[in-house]
């Protein structure tokens, strides 16, 4: 394969498209003499039309060279391959919070071109990649990048694409292929293949034959993966936008058990949790419209009827209703930190599951000007909106609270008031016999 250099008006895009951020920092860099260029997601979305996540950029400066560029707004972070995060915090004239614009972070990730070689005291017993710290030229790295359509070099200032891979052959043709021999480079790295089998739901790209061929071998090796690695890749497919047919890819292929586990419990089964299946969808399609979507919603409203399953259960044994919910989130901590999600992320959640209870049995109207304040009020309210999507909650309860929450304060004691024949009359809920127990806080 030869190099190709081609400028951008023979591709139909315009530099418009990138963000001014990235394109500051590639300015900087040129202005000390390195060079960089916008690489992967950021340039490849673009040439399909579509908008980029994020923009990431690679450049021959090394991770101390580019720190000493950007000083204090650089942040050196990896193990296994250093790279730096250059940190921008902008204010956003539109979004006034408190009386003062809001300040939006954006961090530009910024990578050095990595060698082709890797050492032998890199790799594992399985063949996969340990420690990679050795740099090396626009060439080499554009080889060592996982799919052609993700080896294209911008420089949005002289205006060219850098293909030496045949990139550009496949935007057109809408393949994903893999650079080189496609079994090694899963041994290598088994990610790869959820990658491709992600970006080819995500872009309605097709996956090329040869691409897709040691398919069975690979799915195997998975099951060895770094956990937070296969925790990371879950996050994506999950806020890819097309959640819900990456998923069913990944069934079709039989993917083994134990690289999700929570698509095995969910979804993987005879009988796929139609609430989860709710949530997926409702993300997916809000991703459509905006990017400001809440991973605690998704991954709160995934796991809801785990915890509800087990807090009916602690209901019979005679527990109070808060306090059956709390043993029921207690019991499934464990099985949720093993999927990867941190303790602060699953304290969040914990937020949301306990205010299902003040959903399902309002409190005193002072509790619940107190509850508006929570600051997970909002997800809480969406996962009880999806419950009651799929008949989980009253309708009755479910429209006053609706009609709540869109009030103004003049018209919440007719509200209250209104409440209170409510839960007197046929209102279900699956704590009607809410106790007047004190709160406590869970075990440790
Ligand atoms: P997304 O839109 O999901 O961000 P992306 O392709 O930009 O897609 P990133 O994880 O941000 O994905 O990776 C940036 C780039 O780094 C990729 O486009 C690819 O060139 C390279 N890359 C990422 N993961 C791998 C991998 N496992 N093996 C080889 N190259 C990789
Ligand atoms: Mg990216």
Redesign the pocket.
């Known amino acids: 394969m030869t190099k190709k250099i081609v400028p951008i008006h023979k591709l139909g895009i315009s530099g418009a498209a990138v963000n001014h951020d990235a394109v500051y920092v590639i300015e900087k860099l040129h202005k000390h003499n390195f060079d960089g260029y916008i690489?992967?997601?950021?340039i490849?979305?673009i040439l399909l039309g579509k908008t980029?996540?994020?923009f990431?950029i690679v450049t021959n400066a090394t991770p101390e060279q580019v720190r000493k560029i950007f000083k204090r707004n650089a942040l050196i972070i990896g193990k296994r391959f250093k790279i730096v995060h250059v940190i921008f915090d902008n204010i956003n004239p539109e979004k006034i919070i408190n009386n003062r614009p809001l300040i939006e972070r954006h961090i530009i990730?910024i990578?050095t071109y990595r060698s082709s070689k890797v050492h032998k005291h890199n790799l594992n017993e399985r063949g996969r990649i340990t420690e990679d710290n050795n740099y090396g030229t626009q060439k080499e790295d554009a080889f060592?990048?996982?799919?052609t359509?993700?080896?294209l070099y911008y420089d949005p200032i002289n205006e060219i694409v850098i293909d030496y891979t045949g990139g550009l052959d496949d935007i057109e043709q809408r393949k994903i292929r893999i650079i080189g021999n496609a079994e090694e480079?899963y041994i290598?790295?088994p990610?790869?293949l959820l990658?491709a089998i992600?970006?080819a739901t995500?872009l309605e790209l097709d996956i090329d034959q040869n691409t897709l061929a040691p398919l069975d071998k690979v799915k195997q090796l998975l099951v060895h993966e770094n956990k937070s690695r296969l925790y990371e890749e879950m996050l994506?497919i999950l806020l890819?936008g097309s959640a819900v047919s990456c998923i069913k890819k990944l069934y079709q292929i039989k993917l083994p058990r134990r690289v999700f586990l929570l698509f095995d419990k969910l979804f993987f089964t005879n009988k796929p949790d139609t609430l989860a299946v709710k949530i997926l969808e409702k993300t997916d399609a809000r991703l459509k419209e905006t990017t400001d979507i809440s991973l605690i919603f998704i991954l709160a409203g995934l796991m809801w009827n785990l915890i509800y399953n087990d807090w009916q259960e602690f209901l019979l044994t005679g527990l109070s209703p808060f306090e059956a919910l709390n043993e029921s989130i207690l019991q499934n901590r464990e099985y949720i930190y093993s999927i990867g999600v941190a303790k602060y992320t699953f304290s969040a959640m914990r937020d949301v599951w306990l205010m299902q209870l003040d959903f399902e049995s309002p409190p005193s109207p002072r509790q619940i000007d107190a509850m508006l304040r929570i600051p997970r009020f909002r997800q809480a309210w969406h996962l009880f909106s999806a419950r009651h999507e799929v008949e989980q909650i009253d309708s009755t309860l479910h429209s006053w609270w609706e009609r709540f929450i869109e009030s103004n304060a003049e018209d919440r004691d007719e509200l209250h008031k209104e409440l209170r024949t409510l839960v007197g009359s046929s209102v279900k809920t699956a704590t009607k016999s809410r106790s007047n127990s004190k709160r406590r806080k869970p075990k440790k």
């Open positions: 690489v992967g997601g950021g490849r979305d980029p996540k994020d990431d990730e990578s060592r990048r996982d799919f359509i993700n080896s480079r290598e790295d990610v790869r990658r992600r970006l995500k994506k890819s």
